[in-house]
């Protein structure tokens, strides 16, 4: 025995295995050492299993066309960054893409975000589609935007605006005779934040007209002013306003008469009046 090969009782080493751990190769030797017991082979072992995907395929979205992403998310992109609504007819000739495939796409998006419950929505707004905060979420925006700072409409803007959604287009002195007040400095407010603009000017008069503006229609959620709320259950009842007509008249006649008899020096007016 050469002086590499001793070992304890003179025997020779197990060799050590070179394959993979557990697969032996043909022909190995796998004789023990002496005083160390032999081993059952080890056992196969298992095919790994295969490693899930990332993210469920609920959420993986449509594949990408071979040549680009895709008409749904190209509208997506264009949405993200636009300051106002932007209409069907823009958005296809932008993407050239024909209107009614643009518009089928902007109608599954929407529907799509609404079925998810994301925070955002695609709406169609003003003539145009873009993306809104959801109602749900109007709170935690409030918060976030505002940070206890609101900006509201007076009561008189609020008042003026509805004239001029209603009776549009309208001069300002049409305004005033309406309100009962000057509404100038109201009329100004209300063009400085872009609810309100010119729309030409009065033949007759030369009197400058306003309308409301597509921001206002945005602002409202409105498509369009034929879905301004019909203004039928807010006014009063016929029987009313014919009862406050009738009593209006009875006092201005009962005026009248009085005056008529103090001019005639009559001195009877005092004691024909009735006790109020």
């Given at each position: 025995m050469t002086a590499g090969n001793g070992g304890?009782?003179?025997?020779?080493?197990?060799?050590?295995?070179?394959?993979?751990p557990g697969r032996p190769r043909a022909g190995e030797w796998l004789e023990p050492a002496p005083g160390v017991p032999a081993e059952?082979?080890?056992?196969?072992?298992?095919?790994?299993?295969?490693?899930?995907?990332?993210?469920?395929?609920?959420?993986?979205?449509?594949?990408?066309?071979?040549?680009?992403p895709g008409l749904r998310a190209e509208l997506e992109a264009i949405l993200?960054?636009?300051?106002?609504?932007?209409?069907?007819?823009?958005?296809?000739?932008?993407?050239?893409?024909p209107r009614a495939e643009?518009?089928?796409?902007?109608?599954?998006?929407?529907?799509?975000?609404?079925?998810?419950?994301?925070?955002?929505?695609?709406?169609?707004?003003?003539?145009g589609w873009r993306f809104y905060s959801r109602d749900a979420c109007a709170p935690a925006v409030d918060r976030f935007v505002l940070d206890g700072r609101q900006a509201r409409l007076t009561q008189a803007?609020?008042?003026?605006?509805?004239?001029?959604?209603?009776?549009?287009?309208?001069?300002?002195?049409?305004?005033?005779?309406v309100r009962g007040v000057n509404c100038d400095g109201v009329m100004r407010t209300l063009v400085q934040r872009g609810l309100v603009e010119e729309a030409g000017s009065e033949p007759e008069t030369g009197a400058i007209l306003y309308r409301t503006t597509n921001y206002f229609l945005e602002r409202m959620g409105l498509r369009g002013l034929d879905e301004?709320?019909?203004?039928?259950?807010?006014?009063?009842?016929?029987?009313?306003?014919?009862?406050?007509?009738?009593?209006?008249?009875m006092i201005a006649e009962a005026v009248a008469?009085?005056?008529?008899?103090a001019a005639d020096g009559s001195g009877e007016a005092g004691r024909a009046a009735p006790d109020r």
């Open positions: 304890a009782g003179g025997g020779r080493p197990a060799r050590r295995v070179l394959g993979l059952a082979p080890p056992a196969e072992l298992p095919e790994p299993e295969p490693r899930p995907e990332p993210w469920p395929a609920a959420f993986a979205g449509p594949p990408a066309d071979a040549a680009g993200m960054v636009v300051d106002e609504p932007v209409g069907e007819a823009h958005l296809a000739s932008v993407l050239e893409r643009v518009a089928v796409a902007l109608r599954e998006l929407s529907a799509e975000y609404t079925a998810h419950g994301r925070g955002f929505d695609l709406r169609l707004v003003a003539g803007a609020l008042e003026t605006l509805a004239v001029i959604a209603y009776r549009q287009p309208v001069s300002r002195s049409r305004v005033s005779a301004l709320p019909e203004l039928a259950p807010f006014l009063p009842e016929v029987d009313d306003v014919e009862a406050e007509s009738l009593e209006g008249t008469a009085a005056a008529v008899q």
